[in-house]
């Protein structure tokens, strides 16, 4: 499964591990350290770990292949599960971390405020 650590906020010490895959994400929000504890259970070399939290505190993003600046934009979110319900659309990428938090705490009153959902 294809994975990115992003940084939401530039000024905060906060990371999570995003799947592209699935569109999601696969950790809660982490401290560089905590991130770093993380990626050893999930059996990545520290190096790696340092290196692609280095390329988030310059983008937001951990790509080799995408420099970009990532803050200030927006980030699609794929079918992401907060108790029964589902979210599908697009969030300030700054919002991330708030997002993921929100899920965890079943908090529908705020998810709702800070994801546009895509209707079919």
């Known amino acids: 499964m294809p994975r990115c650590v992003f940084k939401p906020n530039p000024d905060k010490d906060e990371y999570v591990v995003w799947s592209t895959s699935g569109e999601t994400y696969v950790s809660p929000p982490l401290k560089r350290a905590e991130m770093i504890n993380y990626h050893a259970l999930v059996n990545t070399r520290a190096s ?21 600046i990532f803050w200030g934009t927006q980030l699609f979110l ?15 990428f700054e919002d991330l971390g708030e997002v993921v938090r929100a899920v965890e705490s079943l908090d529908h009153d705020l998810l709702e405020s800070l994801i546009q959902e895509v209707r079919h």
Do not use: F, K, M, P
């Not at 790696?48 to 970009?68: K, P």
């Open 48 to 68: 790696v770990c340092e290196e692609a939290l280095g390329r988030a505190d310059l983008s937001g993003a951990s790509w080799e292949d995408d420099r970009s």
């Open 78 to 92: 794929r079918n992401v599960g907060a108790g029964d319900q589902t979210y599908t659309g697009y969030c300030r």
